[in-house]
């Protein structure tokens, strides 16, 4: 502690042993002054760290265009554990972190951006247009790199159910670019996260927008789905199958459940490029579709249940093979 320091504790401290034979009530005041000095000493000492929170009008804030979750899926279905526990604390218990966008009171526009912290601006901006205006937005104000941003956010969320494979996959695919120039190595020691961890996420990432398109929402799409259509997708027949069927589930727009989603879209993906043989020109894996040659004419089987879309695909591919004779 240096000598300024030590005069500051000096003077502050100065007549302590005078007060010890006070009043009960100048005793409860001293041992408050005693706290005070004690905590004011570890933080010089570095032994704590002080936070400044401040409440603030959520319309003050706005989502870092880096955040992890897509703000515009957020309901008051999928906030609402969220909200009846706000309502039940009578407030925000945890602060979201936030960067400052201007010096206060200068300028016009938003003042923060939301770093962590998404389903509570959600939920307090509910509350306060559905009849609960006394809540206000609780945020701890920080300094922070993007590089920095990025990594906080995802630590925060990394093990929370309510933010999906994709959001996260979509962050991580634009970080490695963003702050490790693609080294995925880099990015993998800096989160501190195994390789395949990424690398599976960042799979995930590029998958196809036909096939994004045909699950009901992002929040649907899991890291294993791209995990198991990725054999089919490096098949160019199988591919196309796939991706004829994901255009075919959009287009119906019964919003299928995933487990039905990715159910159709293997099926579909399971018919393969013709094999150089006589007797068959179309085969699909299952025995589902097969194009025979009989003599002059072809004879064409296939599953009752198989979608028009693989049945096309089918087609599609026996005449491919049949010009390039």
């Known amino acids: 502690m240096s000598r300024k320091h030590d005069d500051i504790f000096n003077d502050v401290l100065n007549g302590l042993d005078e007060t010890e034979t006070r009043e009960d009530g100048a005793g409860r005041a001293q041992t408050r002054f005693l706290k005070r000095s004690t905590a004011m000493s570890e933080q010089v000492a570095g032994g704590r760290q002080e936070k400044v929170l401040r409440l603030v009008d959520p319309a003050s804030c706005v989502m870092w265009e880096g955040h992890n979750r897509a703000y515009e899926l957020l309901t008051p279905e999928n906030c609402a554990d969220l909200i009846e526990g706000m309502k039940a604390q009578g407030q925000q218990e945890f602060p979201a972190i936030v960067r400052r966008l201007r010096p206060a009171g200068q300028g016009d526009g938003p003042e ?60 991580y695919a634009r970080a490695v670019e963003a702050y490790y120039g693609g080294q995925q190595k880099l990015m993998a020691e800096r989160l501190q996260v195994s390789p395949g961890f990424l690398s599976r996420f960042l799979q995930l990432a590029k998958l196809e927008p036909e096939i994004v398109a045909a699950f009901p929402s992002i929040r649907d799409i899991k890291e294993l789905h791209a995990r198991q259509l990725r054999p089919l997708m490096a098949e160019p027949g199988a591919r196309e199958a796939v991706l004829a069927e994901a255009r075919a589930i959009a287009e119906e727009g019964a919003r299928l459940a995933a487990p039905a989603v990715l159910t159709r879209l293997k099926a579909a993906g399971k018919v393969t490029a013709p094999r150089k043989r006589s007797d068959r020109v179309v085969q699909h894996r299952d025995g589902n579709v097969s194009i025979r040659r009989r003599g002059k004419s072809y004879v064409m ?10 049945l096309r695909s089918a087609l599609d591919l026996f005449l491919k093979e049949r010009k390039s004779r």
Do not use: K, M
């Not at 104000?141 to 969320?157: G, K, S, V």
């Not at 089987?301 to 693989?310: G, P, Q, V, W």
């Open 112 to 171: 923060f951006e939301v770093i962590c912290g998404a389903r509570r601006h959600f939920t307090v901006s509910w509350l306060r247009a559905n009849n609960y205006p006394q809540f206000r937005y609780l945020i701890e104000e920080r300094e922070l790199t993007d590089e920095e941003a990025f990594r906080l956010a995802d630590i925060e969320n990394r093990d929370r159910e309510d933010i999906s494979d994709f959001e996260r996959a979509r962050d």
């Open 301 to 310: 089987e296939f599953d009752a249940d198989l979608s028009d879309a693989a």
